[in-house]
């Protein structure tokens, strides 16, 4: 049966790399064929592997992940709401509703209360997150991966 070879394509290549030309001469030693042939099997095997992804492909990647994570973080924060509602509203049950609730001083300090309590707790979490970032650092520069 005779073979039949697609017409070949002369192609020049500059190797600037030692390794690679070094590997290349040990591939076409080993399987006893001209340094060229060597060269269009490793080209045709590297053509053959699927290619690595473009950025925007890992921009897509990253962009879904983000949709995701608010999704999640979206639906979260409405089951934190629906709690506190809930908590409110057991509260509220609970406690008797008096003619002082009325006064127009005593709802000037309930919201006073309210405001500096938002405040307090809005200064909590901007602590706690600058805490936790600075015992990150101090553990990694301790060496620890964990504070």
Do not use: W
């Not at 000037?108 to 909590?124: G, K, N």
């Amino acid at each position: 049966m005779a073979r039949t070879s697609a017409p070949a394509c002369r192609v020049q290549v500059y190797l600037t790399d030692p390794k690679v030309a070094v590997a290349l001469n040990r591939e076409a030693r080993t399987g006893r064929i001209p340094l060229s042939q060597a060269a269009g099997r490793a080209i045709s095997r590297g053509l053959q592997t699927s290619p690595q992804a473009d950025p925007e492909d890992r921009l897509l990647r990253l962009e879904r992940s983000l949709r995701d994570h608010m999704r999640a973080a979206a639906r979260d924060m409405q089951i934190v709401q629906e709690l506190l509602i809930e908590v409110a509203r057991a509260f509220f049950l609970r406690l008797p509703d008096g003619i002082v609730d009325e006064d127009p001083t005593v709802q000037a300090a309930v919201e006073a209360r309210i405001e500096r309590l938002l405040d307090a707790t809005a200064a909590r979490i901007v602590a706690g997150a600058s805490r936790e970032r600075q015992a990150r650092e101090a553990a990694v520069a301790a060496g620890r991966s964990e504070p």
